[in-house]
């Protein structure tokens, strides 16, 4: 399993926000690259990059992080306001080992097996959950798309693995929703999850190791210092 420690660009800075709420963004750190260093020396692999403010504005804004970012050789997925096949080969050119793409699948089922055909696995869906529909669009427009539904159709285009958000619970620390990827890892036992959203705890590791969830996102919970990353990954790496 692994641990994507999540660094999430607002102006330029590294922000947090609850349960998707652009109103409630609180300045985390100053510098994204001291961030990153940090998550590193904790033997961090990938770093989990998301441009809310390009979410918001619907193009992407913080492009020039990803190579900024990629002097320390880390891994790197980066999203937020791709929303064009070209911004997510730019977001891929400039470095990105996979790119987040949520409303252009959703949107223009084209796009979505154009993606595949040219990027492969380099492409991550993000699969926003809120009130059990899709979210796209920084999580502000609902789809009539079930996650199970979502994933039926991208996973008939060749994609295998999903980035799945449960947004009402993203930046609150109030636990993963172990029931939504347990019903979504029963009925896809041959995909890959990553999971996001409230995840607090290294017990919370450990429950969605133990379900067979591929990765986890850690947002607040570690700039808030109340989550040891060296731990987590200690623990996600046992069976």
């Not at 349960?19 to 990153?36: C, H, I, Q, W, Y």
Request: hydrophobic fraction near 45%; charge should be neutral.
């Amino acid at each position: 399993m692994t641990i994507y420690p999540a660094i999430d660009l607002y102006g330029g800075k590294v922000v947090r926000l609850r349960r998707g709420e652009f109103s409630t963004a609180k300045e985390m750190a100053p510098d994204l690259l001291e961030v990153a260093l940090r998550f590193k020396e904790a033997g961090c692999n990938w770093i989990h990059v998301v441009d809310l403010e390009g979410a918001e504005r619907g193009h992407p804004v913080h492009l020039s992080a990803i190579e900024r970012l990629k002097r320390f050789n880390l891994k790197l997925q980066y999203g937020g306001g791709l929303r064009t096949v070209d911004d997510v080969g730019a977001a891929l050119a400039l470095g990105a080992d996979r790119a987040m793409v949520g409303s252009l699948l959703f949107k223009d089922p084209g796009a979505a097996a154009a993606l595949w055909k040219l990027h492969g696995e380099a492409i991550l869906p993000a699969v926003d959950v809120k009130n059990g529909r899709v979210a796209i669009s920084g999580w502000l427009e609902a789809t009539p798309l079930s996650p199970s539904k979502a994933i039926t159709n991208l996973a008939e285009l060749g994609y295998f693995r999903f980035l799945v958000t449960s947004v009402e619970r993203d930046g609150t620390k109030g636990g993963p929703d172990l029931l939504l990827y347990s019903e979504l890892l029963k009925s896809f036992p041959e995909l890959a999850l990553i999971a996001a959203g409230g995840i607090s705890s290294v017990e919370d590791i450990i429950a969605l190791r133990d379900l067979g969830v591929e990765g986890a996102v850690i947002g607040k919970a570690v700039y808030e210092r109340s989550f040891d990353l060296k731990s987590a990954i200690e623990v996600s790496c046992k069976c």
